[in-house]
Structure formats: structure tokens, C-alpha cells
């Protein structure tokens, strides 16, 4: 790989810009910008941050890249940070083996080692997880460890529905963060809290405090994937309220992985969530792919009327609430969106019950039923 100055220095010549002009766009000295292009010091992993909006088009694979080179300690700490923000966990491990000298004999390594197991639910249990983190809590004076060892407990009690617990350990997460003197961790960690608490809200019907949560972190600009996240996030809040404001920032939080190189990501946006909002408000149903996920297909077969396809795709794959909603438009049928309704009642989820409830509200008698049960909360 090609080191980041020589990337830098190649991509002025693309753009025909001197190298006065790109300090002005990065906010930097002319003086730090020859001493990094002639090697005598690193590029500082907050600058390195800002090359994509002023050289690269708001493509971020630079900084990607710019990750994997660096040395400096604190650019070392950056780079796993913005990497596990962005879920790419290959190159995290690969930062981790080229710098296991100077990572072992930190706790931060711990850290970033729990958290990448946590993501890809290597443990038994979160029970398992949580003895691990408490007792690397427990030894760890890093106060950067600290932080993201409080946000994964945070994250494990938001999995449970433990929200008070939730809050408790994002409020010392909090007070850990505000010690901390790097702007770049400051506003990555909070901004990891703020979309936690944004899931939290949108889960509990929340909606105004999911939006002002979800757009904090987009106003922190800390990563692409945060930040599409926080688009998907607050697009989903307006489900039921507005199909434009649903559908656009959905597209945008897609937009935003695409130009990160998330074409995967990306395309399961496109495909599975953007999909089911255009089919709940009848948008393209005569337009049905081999690479939509079935459940999908059977939703839009149901909302346009092809009740024997759908109940053939929905009787091969496992029942859940949403499923059940999927039949109960295939069969019109509200005592299927009744169960459904109290599926994610018992489950706690106080914003897909719009589903369920949108179809028994047309109803009469359910109406009734549906009114008594959310607004008491009788199962």
C-alpha cells in the first residue's frame, strides 16, 4: 500500500490543486503539511478525518487506508476506533497482529479484543461477556478502555431490553468520556451512546427524543457508518407518519455506505428496508426480484392481493410477529394481526405494533380491543 503522503501528493496532481490550497480546505499549516508530505511526522488521524470531504470527492476509503499505516500511538488508538465504528473488523485484527508488541502491553487492546468478540457473538452468553468485562473494568486504568468497556455494557443490557441498566452504565461511560482530553474520542464514543439511546427510544415509542438522538450523531459527523445509521434510525421513526421523510432518509443512510464502499450494506437497505416501506404504502408492488428477502416477497404478494403466493413463501420460512402481520394482510384477517399485535406487545417493542395496529384500526370490533390493549398495556 502506498503511504498516505504519497496518496495525498498523487490525488493534488488528479485535482491540479497546490498544496497551499489543500492546508486551507484541511485547516492545517503550510509547515505541517511539508513536514508530513517529506516524512518527517504523521498525519494527525483528526486531519486524516477530514481528507474525504476536501480531497477525495466524500470517499473514505482513504481514511480507511490511512488507518492501516499509521504508527504513532494515539493515531494507533484512532485507527481501531474508527475501524470498529465502521465495522471493518478484518482490518481491525489486522492492526492488531502488526501491532501486537505495543497493543499487549495496553489495556485498550483488551478492549477493542472484547468488543470485536462481542460483535460477532463469540460467547455463550452475554452472562459470559459481562464476567469478562467487568473483571477487564475491574484492572484497567485507561480511561479510553474504560469508556468502551461501560458502551458495550450499555450495548448488552439495550440487547436485553434492560434499559435502566442501559442508562446507568451510558451515564459512567459518560462521566468517563468527559475526562477524556482527545476530541476524536469524545465525539466517537458519545456519538456510539447517542445512537444507543436513539435504538432505545424508537424501541419504546419514543419518537421526538429517537429523532434529537439520531440527529446528534449526525451532527458529529464521527463516521460513515454512524452516521447511516443515524439516517436509518430517524427514517424509521416517520414510518407510520410520513412515507416521504421515511423513504429519503433511508436512502440517505444507504447513499452514505454506498460512497463508503458498504456496497453490501448498502443493497440490504435497499433491498429488505427500503422494499417494505415502499409495500406498505403500495408503492412498485407489481415489482417483485429474485434478490429480495422473502419475507418481503411474501409481504408484497399479500398487499397486492396474491394471497396463494404468499401464504406458499410464508408457510416455508419461521413464524414471527411480523410474519404473522405479512399473513394477516394475505389472509385479511385481524385476529392474525391481533397475535401479531401482542407478540411485540410481550416483546416490548412500542413502535412495530403500528404495523398490526394500522390494519386492526379499520375494524370495528378489534379497534376496540387494540385501543384497550396499548393504551393499558393488558396482554
Not at 485507561?142 to 446507568?168: C, G, H, P, V, W
Not at 429523532?211 to 449526525?218: D, G, L, N, P
Request: charged letters at 30%; aromatic letters at 10%.
Amino acid at each position: 500500500m502506498k503511504p498516505l503522503s504519497l496518496q495525498i501528493l498523487n490525488r493534488l496532481d488528479e485535482l491540479d490543486m497546490t498544496a497551499v490550497a489543500a492546508c486551507k480546505l484541511l485547516g492545517i499549516t503550510q509547515g505541517a503539511m511539508s513536514g508530513f508530505t517529506r516524512g518527517l511526522h504523521e498525519m494527525s488521524f483528526n486531519i486524516v478525518l477530514r481528507l474525504p470531504e476536501a480531497l477525495f470527492d466524500g470517499k473514505h476509503e482513504i481514511v480507511r487506508r490511512a488507518a492501516l499505516l499509521m504508527d504513532g500511538p494515539l493515531n494507533i488508538r484512532a485507527s481501531l476506533e474508527y475501524l470498529y465504528n465502521n465495522d471493518y473488523h478484518e482490518d481491525l485484527v489486522t492492526i492488531i497482529e502488526n501491532d501486537r508488541q505495543f497493543l499487549r502491553s495496553q489495556d485498550i487492546y483488551e478492549a477493542y479484543r472484547l468488543a470485536m468478540e462481542y460483535q460477532k457473538c463469540r460467547f455463550k452468553s452475554y452472562d459470559e461477556l459481562t464476567i469478562k468485562l467487568d473483571r477487564a473494568m475491574y484492572f484497567t486504568r485507561d480511561k479510553q478502555a474504560q469508556a468502551l468497556l461501560k458502551i458495550i455494557q450499555a450495548d448488552i443490557a439495550y440487547q436485553n431490553r434492560e434499559f435502566k441498566t442501559m442508562r446507568s452504565a451510558a451515564a459512567t461511560a459518560r462521566e468517563i468520556i468527559g475526562e477524556l482530553k482527545d476530541t476524536f474520542f469524545k465525539n466517537s464514543y458519545t456519538s456510539r451512546i447517542d445512537k444507543l439511546f436513539a435504538h432505545a427510544a424508537l424501541f419504546e415509542g419514543n419518537l421526538p427524543e429517537a429523532r434529537e438522538y439520531a440527529q446528534k450523531v449526525i451532527d458529529a459527523k464521527v463516521s460513515p457508518k454512524l452516521t447511516s445509521d443515524a439516517y436509518y434510525i430517524l427514517g424509521t421513526s416517520y414510518w407510520f407518519e410520513d412515507q416521504a421523510l421515511t423513504l429519503d432518509n433511508l436512502r440517505k443512510s444507504s447513499e452514505i455506505l454506498r460512497a463508503a464502499g458498504r456496497e453490501d450494506m448498502a443493497q440490504e437497505i435497499e433491498m429488505r428496508d427500503i422494499e417494505t416501506v415502499k409495500t406498505y404504502y403500495g408503492i412498485d408492488l407489481d415489482v417483485i426480484t429474485d434478490d429480495m428477502d422473502p419475507s418481503e416477497k411474501a409481504f408484497r404478494y399479500a398487499k397486492r392481493g396474491d394471497k396463494a403466493q404468499a401464504i406458499e413463501i410464508l408457510d416455508s420460512i419461521p413464524e414471527t410477529a411480523f410474519r404473522l402481520y405479512y399473513r394477516g394482510i394475505a389472509e385479511n384477517d385481524c385476529a392474525l394481526h391481533l397475535q401479531s399485535l401482542l407478540q411485540l406487545m410481550k416483546g416490548g417493542d412500542n413502535f412495530y405494533i403500528g404495523l398490526p395496529l394500522s390494519e386492526l384500526m379499520k375494524d370495528e370490533f378489534y379497534r376496540n380491543i387494540a385501543l384497550k390493549l396499548t393504551k393499558k398495556g393488558e396482554i
